[in-house]
């Protein structure tokens, strides 16, 4: 499965209208959905307010979004964590799995957008907590060197598999007010016991994706694989995983 085959089937899965209910939108508000990916929430929300401004550095996950040509999002295709390309102060800014990618940045990147808020603006992060760890059981050895595979990625500016639990008190540092705390539940990152085919064979392009054979000998790596895909068809599988949705205010 293709990334972008893949990003617009997670989109299923994602409850945006859900998650929009939950916003502080107005009508008039301009707005920026910073790693928009293939605009799943972007085309949604665009209904709601007065202007998206859309963002991804991947020029083919914007295809879609490009291709639609709604009148009222703006799509810009540049890098998300220095956003001074917008000219505009924001209303709200929102941002679904992507703070996880800046893991040496992480308050530096945030600052930046808060930076590009008005006063009394809002923002909306939804990050993951926990993605590979979190699923249980797993053997003590692939336990361990998962945890060092994870610290290895994280060290060296990938991807922070625990970035979700950091994201509400570095946004205190900003004195940004906190006014939503949630725990999102999704069929595809959250659900414990046996997956159905559609998820059993998402996780599966999502681990081959990995790139454990970077730090680990191949054999290995594939046994870790296994193991974790394994969780899946299994219904004792338990999930610790949690999707975080941390929405604040600029004071």
């Not at 290895?152 to 004195?175: C, M, P, S, W």
């Not at 159905?196 to 694989?225: C, G």
């Amino acid at each position: 499965m293709e990334l972008r085959e893949e990003y617009e089937k997670q989109q299923e899965y994602r409850k945006w209208l859900e998650i929009i209910e939950l916003l502080p939108i107005e009508d008039n508000q301009v707005i920026a959905d910073l790693g928009c990916g293939t605009g799943g929430f972007t085309e949604i929300i665009s209904e709601k307010v007065r202007q998206v401004i859309a963002v991804d550095r991947n020029q083919n996950l914007l295809t879609n979004l490009k291709e639609k040509n709604i009148k009222n999002v703006s799509i810009i295709e540049n890098d998300i964590s220095k956003i001074d390309y917008i000219t505009e102060e924001l209303d709200g800014i929102f941002s679904s799995f992507s703070i996880a990618y800046f893991p040496k940045d992480m308050k530096e990147v945030i600052g930046n957008w808060v930076n590009k808020l008005k006063s009394g603006g809002w923002i909306a992060l939804i990050e993951i907590d926990d993605l590979l760890r979190g699923h249980q059981p797993l053997s003590e050895e692939n336990f361990g060197k998962l945890a060092r595979y994870e610290e290895h990625i994280k060290e060296n500016g990938v991807y922070d598999f625990q970035a979700g639990r950091k994201i509400k008190n570095t946004l205190k540092r900003f004195d940004m007010e906190i006014i939503l705390e949630k725990d999102l539940e999704d069929r595809e990152l959250t659900a414990s016991g046996i997956a159905d085919k559609e998820v059993y064979e998402m996780w599966k392009s999502r681990l081959d994706r990995l790139t454990i054979s970077q730090y680990y000998p191949e054999k290995i790596a594939q046994e870790i694989k296994r193991e974790l895909l394994s969780l899946f068809k299994n219904p004792e599988h338990i999930n610790n995983t949690k999707v975080k949705f941390i929405v604040a205010k600029k004071i």
